[in-house]
């Protein structure tokens, strides 16, 4: 194996760290046409769809509207949502002609000890 050349950067340490914690998984079933009344959280959250679905979200600031959006959620692509700012909830309606299914699992920001 060649020796590194006089000057080269050092590769960076990655630094992995088990760590067992309790965590709530959420299976949502939204019929179609059927919504999910407002609601809010405060802790982000994991969301990974069983079923492909086509949904409205749509966000409340203080009671009213602020953004309607049309999602399609794709079984493949799980994402992320942070928790929501004070006074702002959600609603989702299911668009489609199946049952939509997903799971949301809630994601704290960990502050672990190295």
């Known amino acids: 194996m060649p020796s590194d050349p006089a000057g080269a950067a050092a590769a960076p340490t990655i630094r992995f760290k088990e760590v067992t914690e309790t965590h709530k998984l959420r299976r949502?079933?939204?019929?179609?046409?059927?919504?999910?009344?407002?609601?809010?959280?405060?802790?982000?959250?994991?969301?990974?769809?069983?079923?492909?679905?086509?949904?409205?979200?749509?966000?409340?600031?203080?009671?009213?509207v602020e953004n309607v959006e049309v999602l399609t959620l794709d079984p493949a692509k799980p994402f992320y949502v942070a928790g929501f700012a004070p006074g702002v909830e959600v609603s989702i309606e299911n668009l489609g002609t199946t049952v939509a299914i997903f799971g949301k699992l809630t994601v704290g920001t960990p502050d672990y000890d190295w």
């Open 28 to 64: 949502v079933e939204i019929p179609p046409g059927g919504v999910v009344p407002r609601y809010r959280v405060e802790t982000g959250y994991l969301v990974f769809t069983v079923t492909p679905a086509k949904v409205r979200r749509t966000t409340y600031r203080d009671g009213k």
